[in-house]
């Protein structure tokens, strides 16, 4: 049985897959298991509260739920647990990806749903880790490590592009 924390990542339809494996090998990169599931909020609306009802007891602690057009998975599933739930609106034909992202950040009062940038699927899991992290100081540490290489890269990037202007 595992000892790592787990992470729920619910996807609307198995089409949304793809853009979500970022999102998995970011969580795994975390040291956080990922529980992935398809489920639909309008074809299985009674299969997204039983999840989501039982989540805690299964010992999930955040929930990312990705979909795209009317993207109502986040509020679904935040209707019926009191984890944290964070929103991945999916790039779609229809208004590329506006119509998922309104529905996710529009949710009504008492049912919030954190909502990442439309295929923000590696930020979503950013999110979930630095939530987590609250609890969990080696995803603590992995986090500040992480952040140290995103400067150290920007640093080498800086100093490249400054010796080409100074080149030209």
């Given at each position: 049985?595992?000892?790592?924390?787990?992470?729920?990542?619910?996807?609307?339809?198995?089409?949304?897959?793809?853009?979500?494996?970022?999102?998995?090998?970011?969580?795994?990169?975390?040291?956080?298991?990922?529980?992935?599931r398809v489920i639909s909020a309008h074809r299985t609306p009674?299969?997204?509260?039983?999840?989501?009802?039982?989540?805690?007891?299964?010992?999930?602690?955040?929930?990312?739920?990705?979909?795209?057009?009317?993207?109502?998975?986040?509020?679904?599933?935040?209707?019926?647990?009191?984890?944290?739930?964070?929103?991945?609106?999916?790039?779609?034909?229809?208004m590329d990806g506006l119509d998922s992202l309104l529905s996710?950040?529009?949710?009504?009062?008492?049912?919030?749903?954190?909502?990442?940038?439309?295929?923000?699927?590696?930020?979503?899991?950013?999110?979930?880790?630095?939530?987590?992290?609250?609890?969990?100081?080696?995803?603590?540490?992995?986090?500040?490590?992480?952040?140290?290489?995103?400067?150290?890269?920007?640093?080498?990037?800086?100093?490249?592009?400054?010796?080409?202007?100074?080149?030209?």
């Amino acid at each position: 049985m595992s000892t790592k924390p787990k992470v729920a990542l619910v996807m609307g339809s198995d089409s949304d897959y793809e853009k979500l494996i970022p999102c998995i090998k970011m969580l795994k990169k975390f040291e956080i298991e990922p529980v992935v599931r398809v489920i639909s909020a309008h074809r299985t609306p009674d299969e997204a509260e039983r999840f989501a009802k039982n989540a805690k007891a299964e010992g999930i602690e955040v929930i990312l739920a990705a979909a795209g057009k009317a993207a109502h998975l986040g509020g679904v599933l935040a209707a019926f647990t009191t984890l944290p739930v964070i929103g991945i609106p999916i790039k779609s034909s229809t208004m590329d990806g506006l119509d998922s992202l309104l529905s996710m950040v529009q949710m009504p009062k008492g049912i919030p749903v954190a909502t990442v940038a439309i295929d923000g699927a590696d930020n979503a899991a950013i999110l979930a880790a630095q939530i987590l992290a609250l609890k969990y100081e080696n995803i603590a540490s992995m986090l500040d490590e992480f952040k140290k290489q995103m400067a150290d890269e920007v640093m080498t990037k800086n100093e490249r592009i400054m010796l080409e202007a100074q080149a030209l």
